[in-house]
């Protein structure tokens, strides 16, 4: 598998390690990154990450994923400078990649080049994946590379792909499950801290705090 993408993609020798980014968010909000590593055709879940999107306002996947290929890649390229590697403690961030997938078309592929160039690692093999019709994207070149969806080379793309997937999935339920569950006076303006501990020690229900008056003393709630 590893030589037949090697061979579809123009590499000079089969990619020993292989990373997969991806970023998804809802109507946007609840906005994550996930990049994942395989090495020698298999998943390394342990150099696997999360990334929480702080820094890209609203719904722009453009963004997201340059965000999240800042992130990731900016450890690297620190770790580069660093005499003596030894020091970098997460090696799945100093580790460089062989070849990158982004999980999207043209445009979230076309959020890589400026990534890798502003960070000097443009020499690293970057490649877009499409969802729709699953056509492998170069850089600068303006038609996919179209493959038969079981051959070795595009069976290995797929699985990675599906485990970025998999992998993005699941911090991207548990952020939209912590704020679904955030007690509702938190969502309130006006409403911090000092207000809301002592609503939380003598309210008996949250119903009971939508049924009551505004000048209702709290013990008579619940």
Known sequence: MLHALADVVNLVAPPHRIECDDSSNLPGEYA?????????????????????????????????????????????ESALRREDSAEVADRSFSSRPDMTLIAGGKGQLNAGPE???????????????????????VPNEPDPIVQEHDSPGMLLVLRVRYAAHRFQIEPHRKVRRTKALRY????????GAT????????????????????????????
């Open 32 to 76: 994550t990154g996930a990049m994942v590593v395989f090495e020698d055709g298999r998943p390394k879940s342990e150099d696997y990450r999360s990334f929480r999107i702080k820094y890209t306002p609203g719904p722009n996947d453009f963004a997201m994923m340059q965000e999240v290929l800042r992130r990731r890649l900016s450890r690297l």
């Open 184 to 191: 509702p006076p938190d969502a309130r303006a006006g409403i």
């Open 195 to 222: 207000r809301t501990s002592p609503l939380q020690r003598r309210v008996v229900a949250v119903p009971g705090l939508r049924a009551a008056q505004p000048r209702e003393k709290p013990r008579q709630w619940g």
């Open 115 to 137: 990534v890798l160039e502003n960070l000097g690692l443009a020499d690293i093999p970057t490649f877009g994946l499409a969802k729709e019709r699953e056509e492998i994207f």
